[in-house]
């Protein structure tokens, strides 16, 4: 599928904080902004306008993970969030990174199969750890190329 031109992928700054509360379960304004000054956020936009979401995690401060990535509905489907994982792979890669993970709930097909085409492999299973006790399913790309 082809992507729309307009589209900038970028890593959001604190002028950004008011679009990034939309997306984010944390209502604490610190930590939002300590991620924006670590380069933990990346947004998606379209005509000035956040479409899209991405949060980034170091599990023991070092290995890269992808806690959330979202679209505005209207926006899936449309290799958005393939440009913001790009995005991801190129600073991990040009920071030194070899591997990075990430995850979705045992009962979300659609996001498994997103994962699997871009390259991730499953590397473990988390029973029982989300709302109803669903499980979460973990993955792992290599960044090695």
């Known amino acids: 599928m082809s992507t729309d031109v307009s ?3 970028r890593f959001a700054s604190q002028n950004d904080l008011d679009s990034c509360f939309i997306y984010d379960h944390s209502d604490r304004q610190d930590i939002i902004e300590n991620k924006i000054d670590m380069l933990e956020i ?3 936009e379209r005509c000035g306008e956040v479409i899209g979401y991405l949060m980034l995690e170091y599990i023991w401060s070092k290995l890269p993970y992808i806690s959330l990535i979202f ?4 926006f899936r489907g449309k290799g958005i969030g393939s ?3 790009e995005y991801l792979i190129e600073y991990l890669q040009l920071n030194g990174f070899k591997n990075l993970l990430s995850s979705s709930q045992v009962n979300e097909n659609e996001p498994q199969m997103w994962h699997r085409k871009k390259g991730f492999v499953e590397c473990g ?7 109803g006790g669903v499980g979460e399913v973990f993955f792992k790309l290599d960044l090695v190329r």
């Open 125 to 131: 299973i988390l029973s029982g750890i989300n709302e």
């Open 42 to 44: 990346i947004l998606a």
């Open 71 to 74: 679209l505005k509905p209207e």
């Open 83 to 85: 440009l913001m994982l």
């Open 7 to 9: 589209i900038i992928v």
